[in-house]
């Protein structure tokens, strides 16, 4: 085991808050996309946590940073409709007949080759150090530029030399340039709306108190020492920060912050000195981040560290007749041994559709049990098995355990515990 899972688990085992964050599912925990594939969804989850001191409940505030954002796109947009009819003839003095075909053979390209465009726009979009390189691959493909420039600077170099190669060049007014220039802001600007939307927008369940012991204040406290840790680190994304309390603009930024989780609260308006509303990205430990990604997340990962600090010897994914398979079996004393299913849900719905889930893996449980009863080795041996699911809602568990045993008399229902893994901790004595 390494130093940074060991630090990760210190903190795990003593702190109740970060077993509630960790314990979420990938998709609330991590800042995970959808995008359509040829029309079905993709998904996929970023190794970053998104720092924010906007409440779920702040409907208001929420409702204020969309629509002032929305409001700054729509702007955007009109500033580059009006100005593209000095830009135009830019475009077509540097590029000539090749952007007129331009639209139809990105279309194209898409239509081919989906796959391959999308891997191009997250190379862009998430790859910062091959972002210069996707870049200078996308002009050559469609011949925009020549194959000997191979950097930007040339890139620029070569568009500065064009364009006075010829001192009469008409396009070549101050006009103009000005022109270029409020365009190339507007694009930025368009870009950076695009970023702060996907951040107040994000799936992640982290600013919203989620169990009656957990707050906003325990998890900047939890941040602070994951920090401390490197657990996670200050990421090279942009923040965004923005003042609700002054009129739009006044205060509203990108910035490139490198603070400990915990100096965030000192952010305040230099104009109001009120406190600003921030959305500050972080980057999670790459091998943390690979135990949230496997299939289990990290669940399962707890409850194998869990037995290990207990010299507990276990075996995963055991299969029993071919076609069952329990995710854990270990022995908790002679003679018995407890089988152990466990089951990530998304904690951010409704009790029912929990409760839902709950019953229909309890009766998976208890039908793989049955048949593992009748098997030889385990026929005459106490098995105890456990639902083990990343719930934190204990008395919610109590209650879906008591209306399932109240209908199900039989000696294997009884014998099923449905726990989360602080529970299954103490139930296990570990």
């Given at each position: 085991?390494?130093?940074?899972?060991?630090?990760?688990?210190?903190?795990?085992?003593?702190n109740p808050t970060?077993?509630?964050?960790?314990?979420?599912s990938?998709?609330?925990?991590?800042?995970t996309?959808?995008?359509d594939?040829e029309?079905r969804?993709?998904?996929?989850?970023?190794?970053r946590?998104?720092?924010?001191?906007?409440?779920i409940?702040?409907?208001?505030?929420i409702d204020?940073?969309k629509?002032?954002?929305?409001?700054?796109?729509?702007l955007?947009?009109?500033?580059i409709?009006s100005?593209?009819e000095y830009?135009?003839?830019?475009?077509?003095?540097?590029?000539?007949?090749?952007?007129?075909?331009?639209a139809?053979?990105i279309k194209?390209?898409?239509?081919?080759?989906?796959i391959i465009?999308l891997?191009?726009?997250?190379r862009f979009f998430?790859?910062?150090?091959?972002?210069e390189?996707?870049i200078?691959?996308?002009?050559?493909?469609?011949?925009?530029i020549?194959h000997?420039?191979?950097?930007?600077?040339?890139v620029?170099?070569?568009?500065?030399?064009?364009?006075?190669?010829?001192?009469?060049n008409?396009?070549?007014?101050?006009q103009?340039?000005?022109?270029?220039?409020?365009?190339?802001?507007?694009?930025?600007e368009?870009?950076?709306?695009l970023?702060?939307k996907?951040?107040y927008?994000?799936n992640?369940?982290l600013?919203?108190?989620?169990?009656?012991?957990?707050?906003f204040?325990?998890?900047?406290?939890?941040?602070h020492h994951?920090?401390e840790?490197?657990?996670?680190?200050?990421?090279s994304e942009?923040?965004h920060?923005?003042?609700t309390?002054?009129?739009?603009?006044?205060y509203?930024?990108?910035f490139?912050?490198?603070?400990?989780?915990?100096?965030?609260e000192?952010?305040?308006c230099?104009?109001?000195?009120?406190?600003?509303?921030?959305?500050?990205?972080?980057e999670l430990?790459?091998?943390?981040?690979?135990?949230?990604?496997?299939?289990?997340?990290?669940?399962?990962?707890?409850?194998?560290?869990l037995?290990?600090?207990?010299?507990?010897?276990?075996?995963t994914?055991?299969?029993?007749?071919?076609?069952?398979?329990i995710d854990?079996v270990?022995n908790?004393?002679?003679?018995?041994?407890?089988?152990v299913e466990?089951?990530?849900?998304?904690?951010?719905t409704?009790?029912?559709k929990?409760k839902?889930?709950?019953?229909k893996?309890?009766?998976?449980?208890?039908?793989?049990?049955?048949?593992i009863?009748?098997?030889p080795?385990?026929?005459d041996k106490?098995?105890?098995?456990v639902?083990?699911v990343?719930i934190?809602?204990t008395?919610?568990?109590?209650?879906?355990?008591?209306e399932?045993?109240?209908?199900?008399?039989d000696?294997?229902s009884?014998?099923?515990?449905?726990?989360?893994?602080?529970?299954?901790k103490?139930?296990?004595?570990?």
């Amino acid at each position: 085991m390494s130093i940074i899972i060991k630090k990760f688990y210190n903190q795990f085992w003593k702190n109740p808050t970060c077993r509630n964050l960790f314990l979420l599912s990938k998709e609330e925990l991590l800042d995970t996309k959808t995008i359509d594939v040829e029309g079905r969804p993709f998904r996929y989850s970023l190794p970053r946590i998104i720092i924010s001191n906007v409440e779920i409940d702040e409907n208001f505030t929420i409702d204020t940073i969309k629509n002032r954002n929305d409001n700054h796109n729509i702007l955007m947009k009109e500033m580059i409709a009006s100005k593209m009819e000095y830009f135009g003839p830019i475009l077509f003095e540097l590029f000539g007949e090749k952007i007129q075909d331009l639209a139809e053979r990105i279309k194209k390209r898409f239509s081919d080759r989906p796959i391959i465009s999308l891997l191009s726009i997250f190379r862009f979009f998430f790859n910062e150090e091959e972002r210069e390189d996707t870049i200078i691959e996308f002009l050559k493909e469609y011949n925009l530029i020549g194959h000997q420039l191979n950097t930007l600077t040339e890139v620029v170099d070569y568009t500065k030399g064009k364009l006075l190669i010829n001192k009469k060049n008409s396009i070549l007014t101050e006009q103009n340039i000005i022109t270029s220039l409020e365009i190339i802001k507007v694009i930025k600007e368009l870009y950076l709306n695009l970023v702060y939307k996907a951040l107040y927008e994000t799936n992640q369940v982290l600013v919203n108190s989620l169990h009656s012991d957990d707050s906003f204040e325990s998890r900047i406290v939890l941040f602070h020492h994951l920090y401390e840790s490197k657990i996670i680190k200050a990421s090279s994304e942009d923040a965004h920060i923005e003042c609700t309390n002054c009129d739009p603009g006044v205060y509203r930024g990108v910035f490139q912050l490198k603070l400990n989780p915990n100096k965030l609260e000192k952010l305040k308006c230099p104009s109001c000195s009120q406190e600003v509303k921030y959305f500050v990205p972080y980057e999670l430990h790459p091998e943390i981040y690979e135990i949230i990604r496997e299939q289990d997340g990290l669940l399962q990962n707890a409850l194998l560290n869990l037995l290990a600090m207990n010299d507990k010897k276990y075996k995963t994914n055991t299969q029993f007749s071919n076609d069952i398979e329990i995710d854990c079996v270990f022995n908790l004393r002679k003679g018995e041994s407890v089988f152990v299913e466990t089951k990530m849900y998304k904690i951010n719905t409704t009790k029912d559709k929990l409760k839902s889930k709950l019953k229909k893996h309890f009766g998976k449980l208890l039908k793989d049990i049955q048949r593992i009863k009748k098997l030889p080795d385990y026929k005459d041996k106490k098995v105890t098995p456990v639902l083990l699911v990343n719930i934190i809602d204990t008395q919610l568990l109590q209650e879906v355990e008591k209306e399932l045993k109240e209908k199900n008399k039989d000696k294997i229902s009884q014998s099923i515990k449905i726990l989360n893994i602080t529970t299954f901790k103490e139930e296990m004595s570990l």
